[in-house]
Every structure is written in C-alpha cells, then in structure tokens.
C-alpha cells in the first residue's frame, strides 16, 4: 500500500499520474513561447540553393501562364521524401497578385510565396481570391493577412507585437523566359522571416 492508501500495481500511482499531468500542463503552456520555426525544417545553417518554383502539377511556373489573382501551395525545400514534403512547415502559398496590387506586371514584383503556417495558432490559412476578399484567411480563427505584404490586419495574428504579425516569405526571381525561382533564404526575422513566428516587414 502507499502513503496514500493506493495500491501499487505496476501501473502509475495516483501521485505520479498527477505530476506527469502537471508536468505535460506545464509543457502546453509555455508550448507557444518556443520559436520552433528556428528549427523545422531549416535551421539557419541549412545550405540551401536556388530552385525552380515547382508547382502541384509538377511544372516550373511561368509568369507567361500562371494566372493573375491566383494561388497555389508550393513545398520548400522540397526533399523528395512524400512523408517530409507533406508536413505544414514546408507549405507556402505561391501567389500572383490581384490586378489591382500589380498583378499583371511581367516582373517578380507581381509574386509573393509566403508560409502557409498562421501565426496565431499555427493552422494553415489559404488565399482567397473571390472579389471582396482577395486576402489570406486563416479558417480557426479569422487572422486575415494582406496578400501584398503578408502583414495581419484583422483576427489574432493583427494584435501580435511584430515580428508575430507578418508572414515569412521566400524571395523569387523571374528569368527572361518568364520561369519563376525560389533564391536561398535567410530565415531570420529581419530577412525572410521564421516560419510560425514571423518576419519584420
């Protein structure tokens, strides 16, 4: 029997299942304060090189035919392996901006690729470009991000203290054939960003 009139029986004490429940509380409540961008899937020490912006269908976008006011999910860096390019920390929204925004410029300045990880609570949030919305919007709790710049200005992510409120994003450049390229970040708040928390626009 133990001090507490339990019997042991191999399994946990009433005791012990207390403090594994404290300690797992504790673990979940400072969860959010742990930059954990810094380390997946790249540390700032990766050696990264320039890539092809390789769209779901598998081809190289082109500004020639990628649509104005459009969006696709990209994965970078892409490893080949389908159980790692299919985690979160690896999707980016590839966006050509709205008309308006400078969309149906030729240049790199028409595109934005920005980590699809919301930084509020780490859902995925999409881009919407329905006519009166032409913005990201994260589906769990309604931060709504300015396809321009990647800036919150409406829900949780808007209230956060920068960097928190402005989306990592992948520089791009555009050959004279129009192919898009993804060049080497620095994933740093005061560069591309950290993924999950943030960049200083």
């Keep these: 029997m133990s001090e507490l009139g339990v019997k042991k029986s191999g399994g946990l004490s009433r005791r012990d299942f207390l403090k594994l429940m404290g300690a797992a509380g504790t673990g979940l409540a400072f969860a959010p304060f742990v930059p954990f961008g810094n380390f997946m899937p790249n540390p700032r020490t990766a050696s990264l090189e ?10 190289h976008a082109n500004m020639k035919s990628f649509p104005v006011n459009f969006a696709e999910i990209i994965t970078y860096p892409a490893t080949g392996d389908p159980a790692l390019d299919a985690e979160a920390f690896r999707k980016w929204q590839f966006i050509r901006l709205p008309d308006e925004l400078g969309g149906s410029k030729t240049d790199v300045s028409a595109l934005r690729a920005y980590s699809m990880i919301c930084l509020h609570l780490w859902c995925l949030w999409k881009y919407w470009p329905d006519e009166g919305r032409k913005r990201g919007e994260c589906p769990c709790h309604g931060s709504m991000y300015d396809p321009q710049t990647g800036t919150a200005f409406l829900g949780p992510a808007s209230v956060q203290a920068p960097p928190s409120d402005t989306l990592p994003r992948l520089s791009l450049e555009v050959n004279s054939e129009g192919f898009v390229y993804i060049l080497p970040p620095k994933f740093e708040v005061n560069e591309n960003g950290v993924i999950g928390y943030g960049r200083f626009a």
């Design 50 to 59: 320039k890539v092809p912006v390789t769209l779901p269908d598998g081809t």
